[in-house]
T-cell receptor, first 116, second 115 residues
Framework: GAVVSQHPSRVICKSGTSVKIECRSLDFQATTMFWYRQFPKQSLMLMATSNEGSKATYEQGVEKDKFLINHASLTLSTLTVTSAHPEDSSFYIC????????????FGPGTRLTVT | AQSVAQPEDQVNVAEGNPLTVKCTYSVSGNPYLFWYVQYPNRGLQFLLKYITGDNLVKGSYGFEAEFNKSQTSFHLKKPSALVSDSALYFCAVRSSTSNTGKLIFGQGTTLQVKP
């Protein structure tokens, strides 16, 4: 299999605080992970591409200082939403590409972030 | 520019009837095409993909899709719909020349299967 987990599945935080979301590939090594944001009943918006051991590549319009991405190992990438505001409330989904098998992206179950 | 279009926001079909969810794409180079399904508050589940070879691709849960190069389409089909197929479906494409692995997603189509 190719299982990707995300933690937490749901988080509520106060405006101005930071929250970290973890994305793990459980049974494979992932050279590349992606972070998406999804608004209700809308498509996935790619935020950034995360490569192990190097800086993430952010999509146009995504603030890299607000959405900090770290990909410290072949099985873990983290997204930290800094100084969160209510407009950051969203469903965040990560995906991973298996090392040596680049066709498919395997998606995590998503994290629902609510900023109050 | 690469793009994917799913022209229908919603498709309604009666249980037992065949279903089609449409997808057209635009990409430079050869396309790698994917279908994913999303249930409420869940991540995306992979259904099937076309990389090369036979134009008719069979995937999970009885779904299939046909790659049509001349029409740049990759419509998702199932001969007999189930109520449990009701979900949000996404078509995605990447170019064979892409070295980033980035997928371009369509806007999604909600499939509603009624008993």
């Amino acid at each position: 299999g190719a299982v990707v987990s995300q933690h937490p599945s749901r988080v509520i935080c106060k405006s101005g605080t930071s929250v970290k979301i973890e994305c793990r590939s459980l049974d494979f090594q992932a050279t590349t992970m992606f972070w998406y944001r999804q608004f209700p009943k809308q498509s996935l918006m790619l935020m950034a591409t995360s490569n192990e051991g190097s800086k993430a590549t952010y999509e146009q319009g995504v603030e890299k200082d607000k959405f900090l991405i770290n990909h410290a190992s072949l099985t873990l990438s983290t997204l930290t939403v800094t100084s969160a505001h209510p407009e950051d409330s969203s469903f965040y989904i990560c995906s991973a590409i298996k090392q040596g098998a680049s066709y498919e992206q395997y998606f995590g179950p998503g994290t629902r972030l609510t900023v109050t | 520019a690469q793009s994917v279009a799913q022209p229908e926001d919603q498709v309604n079909v009666a249980e037992g009837n065949p279903l089609t969810v449409k997808c057209t794409y635009s990409v430079s180079g050869n396309p790698y095409l994917f279908w994913y399904v999303q249930y409420p508050n869940r991540g995306l589940q992979f259904l099937l993909k076309y990389i090369t070879g036979d134009n008719l691709v069979k995937g999970s849960y009885g779904f299939e899709a046909e790659f049509n190069k001349s029409q740049t389409s990759f419509h998702l089909k199932k001969p007999s719909a189930l109520v449990s197929d009701s979900a949000l479906y996404f078509c995605a494409v990447r170019s064979s020349t892409s070295n980033t692995g980035k997928l371009i997603f369509g806007q999604g189509t909600t499939l509603q299967v009624k008993p």
